[in-house]
């Protein structure tokens, strides 16, 4: 396999990786929250930390290096649209991210203190923060859906 393949097949990988990890763990804390069962969600929620701190992470950092190097292999330019607008896109996402790492780690902190102080409810802040979680992620997966579509048609 030479160097083109070899980083083409890792920076599909990566996104598969990065959009499956993200949506998977979504879906977990999205209806792990609809039990509002403390106890469930304390672990949900420490597991969807792990898994973006062990999969996610890593991919946003390879996606971008990968994706650069390809296109320059390829003969492409910034000035090309769908890679204009697939960059443009990775950063709506990727600001859509950061806020959401950092509601994940509260989320977890309040559903671990509610169950080791014996709790069963959730404080009102769980819900403000774990809905402003929520409506990060639809614009977020959204821009990958389409940075998907972007990357194997190359629309000019």
Known sequence: MNTYLLIKWLHIVS??????????????LFFANRTKNAAAIA???????RADTWFT????ILQPLSGLWL??????TFSTGWILASLALFFLAGACWLPV??????????AEETVRSGGCELPPRY????RRWEWL?????????VIF???VNKPS
């Open 15 to 28: 996104s598969v990786l990065m959009v499956g990890t993200g949506f998977g763990t979504a879906f977990y």
């Open 43 to 49: 672990v949900v929620s420490r597991l969807v930390v």
């Open 57 to 60: 992470a890593p991919t946003v």
């Open 71 to 76: 296109m320059q292999q390829g003969g492409w």
């Open 101 to 110: 790492v950092w509601l994940q780690l509260k989320l977890r902190d309040m």
């Open 127 to 130: 819900w403000r923060f774990a």
């Open 137 to 145: 992620g639809y614009p977020a997966f959204t821009a990958v859906v």
């Open 149 to 151: 579509f972007l990357m």
